[in-house]
Protein backbone atom coordinates (compact mmCIF):
# COMPACT_ATOMS: atom_id res chain seq x y z
CA UNK A 1 0.00 0.00 0.00
CA UNK A 2 2.85 2.48 0.32
CA UNK A 3 4.79 1.90 -2.37
CA UNK A 4 0.83 2.09 -4.13
CA UNK A 5 1.30 5.87 -2.23
CA UNK A 6 4.25 6.63 -3.05
CA UNK A 7 3.69 5.86 -7.08
CA UNK A 8 0.98 7.98 -6.69
CA UNK A 9 2.52 10.70 -5.61
CA UNK A 10 5.49 10.62 -8.19
CA UNK A 11 2.93 10.72 -11.21
CA UNK A 12 0.40 12.60 -9.73
CA UNK A 13 2.03 15.63 -7.95
CA UNK A 14 3.69 16.81 -11.14
CA UNK A 15 0.63 16.82 -13.36
CA UNK A 16 -1.09 18.62 -10.59
CA UNK A 17 1.26 20.85 -10.12
CA UNK A 18 1.70 21.24 -13.90
CA UNK A 19 -1.77 22.11 -14.33
CA UNK A 20 -1.63 24.43 -11.84
CA UNK A 21 0.81 26.31 -13.68
CA UNK A 22 -1.24 25.80 -16.95
CA UNK A 23 -4.28 27.41 -15.37
CA UNK A 24 -2.44 30.44 -13.93
CA UNK A 25 -0.79 31.06 -17.17
CA UNK A 26 -3.96 30.95 -19.23
CA UNK A 27 -7.20 32.22 -16.81
CA UNK A 28 -8.43 34.62 -19.04
CA UNK A 29 -9.94 32.83 -21.96
CA UNK A 30 -9.33 33.62 -25.67
CA UNK A 31 -11.91 35.69 -27.11
CA UNK A 32 -15.37 34.35 -27.90
CA UNK A 33 -16.15 34.53 -31.89
CA UNK A 34 -18.01 37.06 -33.40
CA UNK A 35 -22.16 36.83 -32.63
CA UNK A 36 -22.96 39.85 -34.65
CA UNK A 37 -24.61 41.55 -31.46
CA UNK A 38 -22.24 44.22 -31.14
CA UNK A 39 -19.94 45.65 -34.08
CA UNK A 40 -16.39 44.36 -32.93
CA UNK A 41 -14.84 45.90 -35.85
CA UNK A 42 -14.82 49.35 -33.93
CA UNK A 43 -13.90 48.01 -30.28
CA UNK A 44 -10.56 47.67 -29.07
CA UNK A 45 -9.18 46.15 -25.72
CA UNK A 46 -8.59 49.14 -22.87
CA UNK A 47 -6.65 47.38 -20.19
CA UNK A 48 -7.80 49.80 -17.79
CA UNK A 49 -11.62 48.42 -18.37
CA UNK A 50 -12.10 44.40 -17.64
CA UNK A 51 -13.82 43.41 -20.71
CA UNK A 52 -11.99 42.02 -23.94
CA UNK A 53 -13.47 44.44 -26.48
CA UNK A 54 -14.89 47.92 -25.91
CA UNK A 55 -16.69 51.12 -27.45
CA UNK A 56 -17.61 53.94 -26.32
CA UNK A 57 -19.56 56.74 -28.20
CA UNK A 58 -17.66 60.34 -28.55
CA UNK A 59 -19.00 62.70 -26.54
CA UNK A 60 -20.47 60.11 -24.61
CA UNK A 61 -20.98 61.13 -20.40
CA UNK A 62 -22.39 58.67 -18.49
CA UNK A 63 -23.07 61.40 -15.74
CA UNK A 64 -25.64 62.40 -17.14
CA UNK A 65 -27.70 59.25 -16.98
CA UNK A 66 -28.95 58.63 -12.70
CA UNK A 67 -31.55 55.43 -14.47
CA UNK A 68 -30.88 52.03 -15.43
CA UNK A 69 -33.09 49.75 -17.32
CA UNK A 70 -31.66 45.84 -18.11
CA UNK A 71 -33.55 44.24 -20.65
CA UNK A 72 -34.27 40.52 -21.38
CA UNK A 73 -31.53 38.70 -22.40
CA UNK A 74 -30.76 37.76 -25.69
CA UNK A 75 -29.89 34.03 -25.59
CA UNK A 76 -30.65 33.23 -29.50
CA UNK A 77 -26.97 33.19 -30.41
CA UNK A 78 -26.27 31.03 -27.47
CA UNK A 79 -29.04 28.33 -28.42
CA UNK A 80 -27.78 28.21 -31.95
CA UNK A 81 -24.27 26.40 -30.58
CA UNK A 82 -24.97 23.57 -28.44
CA UNK A 83 -22.29 21.30 -29.33
CA UNK A 84 -21.59 20.84 -25.74
CA UNK A 85 -25.50 18.61 -25.29
CA UNK A 86 -25.79 17.01 -28.17
CA UNK A 87 -28.49 14.95 -28.47
CA UNK A 88 -29.33 16.35 -24.98
CA UNK A 89 -33.74 16.87 -25.45
CA UNK A 90 -34.43 20.57 -27.25
CA UNK A 91 -36.34 21.55 -25.07
CA UNK A 92 -34.63 20.56 -21.56
CA UNK A 93 -31.35 22.89 -23.37
CA UNK A 94 -34.53 25.76 -24.20
CA UNK A 95 -35.35 26.15 -20.73
CA UNK A 96 -31.55 25.78 -18.90
CA UNK A 97 -30.95 28.57 -21.16
CA UNK A 98 -34.30 30.26 -20.41
CA UNK A 99 -33.20 30.05 -16.82
CA UNK A 100 -29.55 31.22 -16.96
CA UNK A 101 -31.08 34.54 -19.26
CA UNK A 102 -33.38 35.66 -16.14
CA UNK A 103 -30.57 34.67 -13.72
CA UNK A 104 -27.93 37.15 -15.83
CA UNK A 105 -30.56 39.62 -15.65
CA UNK A 106 -31.52 39.32 -12.29
CA UNK A 107 -28.07 39.59 -11.02
CA UNK A 108 -27.47 42.66 -12.83
CA UNK A 109 -30.35 44.56 -11.29
CA UNK A 110 -29.35 43.15 -8.02
CA UNK A 111 -25.95 44.39 -8.42
CA UNK A 112 -26.35 48.06 -9.35
CA UNK A 113 -29.21 47.96 -6.22
CA UNK A 114 -26.73 46.71 -3.90
CA UNK A 115 -24.08 49.29 -4.70
CA UNK A 116 -23.32 51.44 -1.59
CA UNK A 117 -23.29 54.66 -4.26
CA UNK A 118 -26.32 54.42 -5.49
CA UNK A 119 -24.92 55.08 -9.02
CA UNK A 120 -28.27 54.35 -10.96
CA UNK A 121 -31.73 53.55 -10.29
CA UNK A 122 -33.24 50.37 -11.43
CA UNK A 123 -36.54 50.80 -13.73
CA UNK A 124 -38.68 47.97 -13.90
CA UNK A 125 -40.00 48.71 -17.61
CA UNK A 126 -38.82 50.34 -20.35
CA UNK A 127 -38.19 54.21 -20.22
CA UNK A 128 -37.64 57.09 -22.63
CA UNK A 129 -36.60 59.38 -20.00
CA UNK A 130 -33.55 61.83 -21.33
CA UNK A 131 -31.71 60.17 -18.46
CA UNK A 132 -31.90 56.53 -18.74
CA UNK A 133 -29.99 54.05 -19.91
CA UNK A 134 -30.88 50.68 -21.00
CA UNK A 135 -28.37 47.22 -20.66
CA UNK A 136 -28.88 44.98 -23.79
CA UNK A 137 -27.30 41.69 -22.99
CA UNK A 138 -26.68 38.40 -25.34
CA UNK A 139 -24.93 35.78 -23.71
CA UNK A 140 -23.57 34.09 -26.98
CA UNK A 141 -21.77 31.00 -25.19
CA UNK A 142 -21.91 28.86 -22.46
CA UNK A 143 -19.90 25.88 -21.71
CA UNK A 144 -21.06 24.00 -18.49
CA UNK A 145 -19.56 21.99 -15.82
CA UNK A 146 -18.54 18.26 -16.83
CA UNK A 147 -20.20 17.43 -13.31
CA UNK A 148 -19.86 13.74 -13.79
CA UNK A 149 -15.77 14.39 -14.12
CA UNK A 150 -15.65 17.29 -11.49
CA UNK A 151 -17.24 14.74 -8.83
CA UNK A 152 -14.43 12.36 -9.35
CA UNK A 153 -12.49 15.26 -7.70
CA UNK A 154 -14.12 14.52 -4.21
CA UNK A 155 -12.60 10.75 -4.63
CA UNK A 156 -9.81 9.66 -2.18
CA UNK A 157 -5.95 9.54 -1.83
CA UNK A 158 -5.63 13.09 -3.74
CA UNK A 159 -7.54 11.60 -6.98
CA UNK A 160 -9.56 14.67 -7.17
CA UNK A 161 -5.91 16.79 -7.85
CA UNK A 162 -5.34 14.61 -10.52
CA UNK A 163 -8.63 14.72 -11.93
CA UNK A 164 -8.23 18.39 -11.94
CA UNK A 165 -4.60 18.35 -13.33
CA UNK A 166 -6.54 16.35 -16.37
CA UNK A 167 -8.71 18.28 -16.87
CA UNK A 168 -6.39 21.38 -17.20
CA UNK A 169 -4.69 20.36 -19.45
CA UNK A 170 -7.39 18.92 -21.86
CA UNK A 171 -8.75 22.54 -21.60
CA UNK A 172 -12.02 20.75 -20.06
CA UNK A 173 -13.31 23.72 -18.10
CA UNK A 174 -16.29 25.91 -18.25
CA UNK A 175 -16.44 28.96 -20.17
CA UNK A 176 -18.74 31.86 -20.83
CA UNK A 177 -19.29 34.63 -23.10
CA UNK A 178 -20.93 37.77 -24.09
CA UNK A 179 -21.49 40.73 -26.10
CA UNK A 180 -23.28 44.12 -24.65
CA UNK A 181 -24.62 47.28 -25.63
CA UNK A 182 -26.13 50.25 -24.07
CA UNK A 183 -28.63 52.71 -25.42
CA UNK A 184 -29.98 55.95 -24.67
CA UNK A 185 -33.26 55.43 -23.56
CA UNK A 186 -34.74 58.74 -25.04
CA UNK A 187 -32.71 58.43 -28.57
CA UNK A 188 -31.99 54.88 -29.16
CA UNK A 189 -29.15 55.34 -29.89
CA UNK A 190 -26.15 52.99 -28.96
CA UNK A 191 -23.49 54.65 -26.95
CA UNK A 192 -21.62 51.53 -25.62
CA UNK A 193 -20.17 48.19 -26.24
CA UNK A 194 -18.36 45.76 -24.40
CA UNK A 195 -17.61 41.75 -25.26
CA UNK A 196 -15.87 39.48 -22.97
CA UNK A 197 -15.28 35.63 -22.60
CA UNK A 198 -13.81 34.00 -19.19
CA UNK A 199 -13.04 30.70 -17.98
CA UNK A 200 -13.96 29.00 -14.58
CA UNK A 201 -11.49 30.33 -11.85
CA UNK A 202 -9.03 28.00 -10.41
CA UNK A 203 -9.59 26.57 -6.74
CA UNK A 204 -7.78 24.31 -4.77
CA UNK A 205 -11.38 22.63 -3.99
CA UNK A 206 -14.42 23.48 -5.89
CA UNK A 207 -17.79 22.02 -5.40
CA UNK A 208 -19.20 25.17 -8.36
CA UNK A 209 -18.78 22.19 -11.25
CA UNK A 210 -21.02 19.74 -9.40
CA UNK A 211 -24.06 21.32 -10.76
CA UNK A 212 -24.01 22.23 -15.15
CA UNK A 213 -24.29 26.33 -14.78
CA UNK A 214 -22.22 26.85 -11.30
CA UNK A 215 -19.30 28.19 -13.18
CA UNK A 216 -20.91 30.16 -15.36
CA UNK A 217 -23.19 31.53 -13.21
CA UNK A 218 -19.99 32.86 -11.10
CA UNK A 219 -18.74 34.40 -14.05
CA UNK A 220 -21.87 36.35 -14.92
CA UNK A 221 -22.42 37.78 -11.40
CA UNK A 222 -18.71 38.95 -11.70
CA UNK A 223 -19.85 40.42 -14.89
CA UNK A 224 -22.44 41.93 -13.36
CA UNK A 225 -19.93 43.50 -10.46
CA UNK A 226 -17.98 44.93 -13.44
CA UNK A 227 -20.90 46.97 -14.71
CA UNK A 228 -21.45 48.46 -11.31
CA UNK A 229 -17.61 49.31 -10.82
CA UNK A 230 -17.24 50.83 -15.31
CA UNK A 231 -20.34 52.95 -13.94
CA UNK A 232 -18.56 54.36 -11.05
CA UNK A 233 -14.99 54.58 -12.23
CA UNK A 234 -13.72 57.77 -12.40
CA UNK A 235 -11.50 59.39 -15.11
CA UNK A 236 -8.35 57.52 -15.36
CA UNK A 237 -9.46 54.59 -12.61
CA UNK A 238 -8.58 50.84 -13.85
CA UNK A 239 -11.32 48.35 -12.74
CA UNK A 240 -9.44 45.02 -12.02
CA UNK A 241 -10.55 41.94 -14.00
CA UNK A 242 -11.94 38.64 -12.01
CA UNK A 243 -8.81 37.02 -9.71
CA UNK A 244 -7.72 33.72 -11.63
CA UNK A 245 -7.43 31.85 -8.10
CA UNK A 246 -10.27 31.62 -5.63
CA UNK A 247 -10.05 30.30 -2.57
CA UNK A 248 -13.86 30.24 -2.39
CA UNK A 249 -15.10 26.62 -3.07
CA UNK A 250 -18.25 27.56 -4.18
Known sequence: MISQLKRFKQVCVPLSLCALAIDFAGCKAD?????????????????????????????????????????????????????????ANTAEVEKDVAKLAVFTQDVIKKAFREDPNHRMTILESPSTAPDALIVEVALIEVVPSKVALNALGYAPFGIGLTITAVRSIAKDTSTAAFEARIRDASTQVVVAMMADRESEQVAAVSVRGLTWYSHAETMITHWAGQFVQVANRKPGETVKDTDVFTLKPW
Request: charged letters at 25%; zero cysteines; proline letters at 7%.
Open 31 to 87: EANDAGFVDKSVMTNDPSLPFQRTWKKPGFDKSKYTKLYVAPVNTTYMLQHTDWQKG
